[in-house]
């Protein structure tokens, strides 16, 4: 699939069948996930390929009733679970090189849009899930204190359309030479 009709392409799926994903094609995912950049090549990312019902619905106990990505987490057949290591990305000898700190959650975030899109190319379905608990996601699923949990998102195929959330104008965010000051 062309890179841009993916990109226009890619919804997020709250709706799946439960058919199950091949492991071929996990595979594919998780191979492009590899060959994400990252803060000197550093590669901050864990990824956690959840397939067990059982921990995948105590991973759905984590999200607020009101996430409308909930019944997504039991219905997908995989839900992954991306997770970062502390100290990696923006460090040099131990100490973060920038004012930003940890990279980590950029690298993470690069890494999630890579799976995400190679996913949507692969007939498969995504949705970044950033709203929960995330030290209990990290007790059930045993992360060490160097790691946290970023985000996650179900895998699998998508039993309805995501519907096409409105983006903001070109002339809202690209700004030419200097910043408008507000
Ligand atoms: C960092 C991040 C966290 C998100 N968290 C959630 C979430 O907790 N629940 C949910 O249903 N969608 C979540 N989303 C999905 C967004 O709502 C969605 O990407 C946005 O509305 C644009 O829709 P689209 O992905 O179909 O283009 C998240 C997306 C991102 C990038």
Redesign the pocket.
Known sequence: MDLTEAIKG???I?KYKPDPVPEETLQKIMEAVRLAPSWANTQCWEVIVVKDPKIKSELATV?PKT???LSSMADAPIVIVLCGKKGVSGFKKGEAATVKGDWLMFDT?IA?QTLCLTAYSLGLGT??????DHKKVEEILGVPQNAEVV?MTPLGYPAAE????KRKELAEFVFYDKHPGK
């Open positions: 890619r919804r997020s709250r999200l996430n409308p990505a975030g999630m949705v970044v899930i950033g709203m929960f985000a995501g519907a096409t959330p």
